[in-house]
């Protein structure tokens, strides 16, 4: 019933955001590729965060990367630019519209992830049809300012102690060192933003985060 190819394509998701990195944020990606992520996710989010042509013209130039590296490219929370830019998917948060709503704008075949911090909130996002969950956070971050209590690896074991096998990546403060955790407690992947977008060598902290998770 769920879709493998996704499942395995969640195991090393990078996130990254203009905000996110010091330097060119091409530059980040193409190093965090060539690392070994096996997904990617635009979030333009934060004070000093692109709007408009700006941060479509970046969106632009990360997904054409990210087709040149067949590399899953998602966009967090904008739908309209994923329709324009014809992404490969949305990944949505509790205040957005639910997955089916997504999916419908979006249409067959794109992959639509949810945010969820409850086992309440990943059976609703089931219902609604998600194709994956972002389950945090894990473990503190700073990233996020309105992140929800730190919940350690709790909210992945119920969700498999539950029986639920929707593909699920781990989120939240995730390291090379702690990686390994977030996988034996049930999840597919692990999604890192600060410790690959700001590491002082990319392509480094990528490659030791794949083999964490491998
Ligand atoms: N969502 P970093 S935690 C974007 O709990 C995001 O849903 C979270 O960034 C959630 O890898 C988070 O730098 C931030 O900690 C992850």
């Not at 945090?136 to 700073?142: Q, S, V």
């Not at 209590?149 to 090379?176: D, F």
Request: net charge negative; hydrophobic share 40%.
């Amino acid at each position: 019933m769920w879709n493998e190819e996704v499942r395995a394509k969640l195991q090393l998701y990078f996130i990254m955001g203009s905000t996110n990195c010091t330097e060119d944020p091409e530059k980040v990606l193409f190093q965090a590729i060539s690392g070994g992520i096996s997904m990617f996710q635009f979030r333009e989010k934060g004070t000093d965060a692109l709007t408009g042509s700006e941060k479509k013209n970046l969106a632009r130039k990360l997904q054409q990367l990210c087709k040149d590296h067949g590399i899953p490219f998602i966009i967090n929370d904008d739908i309209e630019l994923a329709l324009a830019l014809n992404a490969d998917g949305v990944h949505i948060g509790q205040d957005d519209e639910d997955a089916g709503a997504v999916r419908k704008i979006l249409g067959e075949g794109k992959i639509v992830g949810v945010s969820a911090h409850t086992l309440a909130e990943v059976e609703k996002a089931i219902e609604d049809g998600a194709d994956y969950i972002g389950a945090g956070p894990i473990y503190p971050t700073r990233t996020k300012t309105d992140a929800k209590p730190v919940k350690g690896t709790s909210l992945l074991e119920e969700v498999r102690n539950c029986g639920i096998l929707i593909p699920i990546v781990g989120i939240g403060g995730i390291t090379a060192e702690n990686a390994r955790a977030v996988i034996e407690a049930g999840a597919d992947g692990v999604s890192v933003i600060t410790s690959i977008s700001l590491a002082e060598d990319v392509y480094k902290s990528a490659a030791a985060l794949k083999k964490s998770v491998s």
